[in-house]
């Protein structure tokens, strides 16, 4: 094969790329919920950016370009008598939705499985080529 | 390349394709999730008509590849569709076995042409 990508890379940096996608999501649930003194301060939610890589006709694979901060804002919530009120009494919590985030989650699992298959089956189309007339 | 034709008739070509294609599916599969990804794939009976008429493996894909025809489009831009594409893998990787064994039995004979047994 003349291209440089081959399965391997393919499904190893797709592979990559889920796997950040999962770290954020575990950053995310593990703040949701989380309470800040000020709407700056608040836990924002993390978000990964794909970007095709292509390499040859057809031939591409994917890799994380960025990570962006959520614009949504913190949720403001009146406790006055939580320690990190502010002088209104206002706590702002993480904008964290954990049911999107849950889905977010299986979707990323689903899509590392299917890399995993693929370079399973690479892997043994590779091996049985090697073992050819034998 | 005319020995090699000779010897494995369109099965040396087949399996250069085939594996071309193995890596245009993995390509799919692995921009499921990016944005605006167009899902390709190659017309493997035009591919391998060129790469019996002589010319190289590469080539003969770099013809014939196009954007495959999403089912339902979505709000993403992607045109993958996991179902489709896990089919074609399955099926190519199959094809790819096939042409493997066919490959075989060719060696084999020859082999067994060589020793005289």
Same mark, same amino acid.
């Given at each position: &094969? %003349?291209?440089?990508?081959?399965?391997? #890379?393919?499904?190893?940096?797709?592979?990559?790329?889920? &796997?950040? *996608?999962?770290?954020? /999501?575990?950053?995310? =649930?593990?703040?949701?919920g989380s309470v800040s003194g000020s709407k700056d301060t608040a836990f924002k939610a993390l978000r990964p950016v794909f970007k095709t890589v292509s390499?040859?006709? @057809?031939?591409? +694979?994917?890799?994380? %370009? %960025?990570?962006?901060?959520?614009? #949504?804002?913190?949720?403001?919530?009146? &406790?006055?008598?939580?320690?990190?009120?502010?002088?209104?009494? $206002?706590?702002?919590?993480?904008?964290? $939705?954990?049911?999107?985030?849950?889905?977010?989650?299986?979707? +990323?699992?689903?899509?590392?499985?299917?890399?995993?298959?693929?370079?399973?089956?690479?892997?043994?189309? +590779?091996?049985?080529?090697?073992?050819?007339?034998? | &390349?005319?020995?090699?034709?000779?010897?494995?008739?369109?099965? @040396? #070509?087949?399996?250069?394709?085939?594996?071309? *294609?193995?890596?245009?599916?993995?390509?799919?599969i692995a921009n499921a999730s990016t944005p605006g990804y167009k899902a390709r794939d190659i017309d493997f009976g035009k591919a391998l008509e060129m790469?019996?008429?002589?010319?190289?493996? $590469?080539?003969?894909? $770099?013809?014939?590849?196009?954007?495959?025809?999403?089912?339902? /489009?979505?709000? #993403?831009?992607?045109?993958?569709? =996991?179902?489709?594409?896990?089919?074609?893998?399955?099926?190519?990787?199959?094809?790819? *076995? +096939?042409?493997?064994?066919?490959?075989?039995? *060719?060696?084999?004979?020859?082999? /067994?042409?060589?020793? @005289?047994?």
């Amino acid at each position: &094969m %003349s291209s440089p990508l081959s399965v391997f #890379d393919i499904a190893g940096r797709a592979m990559s790329a889920q &796997m950040v *996608r999962l770290n954020t /999501t575990a950053s995310n =649930l593990a703040n949701a919920g989380s309470v800040s003194g000020s709407k700056d301060t608040a836990f924002k939610a993390l978000r990964p950016v794909f970007k095709t890589v292509s390499e040859g006709e @057809g031939i591409a +694979t994917v890799q994380v %370009s %960025s990570i962006l901060t959520s614009q #949504d804002e913190a949720v403001k919530k009146h &406790m006055p008598d939580h320690p990190l009120a502010d002088a209104n009494g $206002d706590v702002w919590e993480a904008n964290v $939705d954990s049911a999107a985030e849950m889905v977010d989650m299986l979707e +990323t699992a689903r899509a590392y499985q299917n890399n995993v298959q693929v370079m399973q089956t690479a892997k043994s189309l +590779t091996l049985d080529t090697l073992r050819l007339g034998k | &390349m005319a020995t090699s034709e000779t010897l494995f008739g369109v099965h @040396g #070509d087949a399996l250069a394709l085939r594996s071309q *294609r193995l890596a245009l599916l993995a390509s799919n599969i692995a921009n499921a999730s990016t944005p605006g990804y167009k899902a390709r794939d190659i017309d493997f009976g035009k591919a391998l008509e060129m790469a019996q008429s002589g010319s190289s493996a $590469d080539d003969a894909v $770099d013809a014939t590849v196009g954007y495959r025809v999403p089912l339902q /489009t979505s709000m #993403d831009g992607n045109t993958v569709e =996991l179902s489709t594409e896990q089919t074609m893998f399955a099926e190519n990787a199959v094809q790819y *076995r +096939t042409t493997l064994s066919f490959l075989n039995g *060719r060696i084999n004979t020859l082999m /067994t042409a060589i020793k @005289g047994e």
